[in-house]
T-cell receptor, first 115, second 116 residues
Framework: EPEVTQTPSHQVTQMGQEVILRCVPI?????FYWYRQILGQKVEFLVSFYNNEISEKSEIFDDQFSVERPDGSNFTLKIRSTKLEDSAMYFC?????????????FGPGTRLTVT | AQKVTQAQTEISVVEKEDVTLDCVYE???????LFWYKQPPSGELVFLIR??????QNEISGRYSWNFQKSTSSFNFTITASQVVDSAVYFC?????????????FGTGTLLAVQP
């Protein structure tokens, strides 16, 4: 069964460093998402992406964040200058279409630790 | 406004007990989807169920059952004869037409601890 994959599973970085989290969505999916979960808290929507553009973003997704689909398979989340409060689990998801009738499939997550 | 409330922060039961996890949602839309996810200690999100707003039939899957009541905006989840492997955080989530895309709005989760 096709699945969303994410690399790395755990990333440790120093405050102020740039970090790129990578995701490989399911191959025929067109809509991609990033969610964040700070330890012990709820999962929060960050951004959705379609046709090489951001479709929707939350107030969390500020100028420090960017997303890209650099090739036909990867979908990346970049944090330009990490802060301690960026430490969280980051989940990638994908869906065939962007309507609510279409289910999102989640990856296993990348745990980001900023020291 | 879209909102999902899981009032139970933590629940502790003894194995073989039945347990119900509550979920109350808010949405202005008449068409929406509700979800339950399980998050074990390993951290991944395990999809359990997706239910659309037009299908109010209760669903049973093995030891799991879901009670959807539009009149009270609730989508509760019951585990029958709980097992230690059920110990996890459980999230309820909502997707509606309130945004540009089908993002999920999650509740704060309920930590279920099943004691042997």
């Amino acid at each position: 069964e096709p699945e969303v994959t994410q690399t790395p599973s755990h990333q440790v970085t120093q405050m102020g460093q740039e970090v790129i989290l990578r995701c490989v969505p399911i191959s025929n999916h067109l809509y991609f998402y990033w969610y964040r979960q700070i330890l012990g808290q709820k999962v929060e929507f960050l951004v959705s992406f379609y046709n090489n553009e951001i479709s929707e973003k939350s107030e969390i997704f500020d100028d420090q964040f960017s997303v890209e689909r650099p090739d036909g398979s990867n979908f990346t989340l970049k944090i330009r200058s990490t802060k301690l409060e960026d430490s969280a689990m980051y989940f990638c998801a994908s869906s065939e279409e962007g309507r609510i009738t279409h289910e999102q499939y989640f990856g296993p997550g990348t745990r980001l630790t900023v020291t | 406004a879209q909102k999902v409330t899981q009032a139970q922060t933590e629940i502790s039961v003894v194995e073989k007990e039945d347990v119900t996890l509550d979920c109350v949602y808010e949405t202005r839309d008449t068409t929406y989807y509700l979800f339950w996810y399980k998050q074990p200690p390993s951290g991944e999100l395990v999809f359990l169920i997706r239910r659309n707003s037009f299908d109010e039939q209760n669903e049973i899957s093995g030891r799991y059952s879901w009670n959807f009541q539009k009149s009270t905006s609730s989508f509760n989840f019951t585990i029958t004869a709980s097992q230690v492997v059920d110990s996890a955080v459980y999230f309820c989530a909502l997707s509606d037409y309130g945004g540009a895309t089908n993002k999920l709005i999650f509740g704060t989760g309920t930590l279920l601890a099943v004691q042997p």
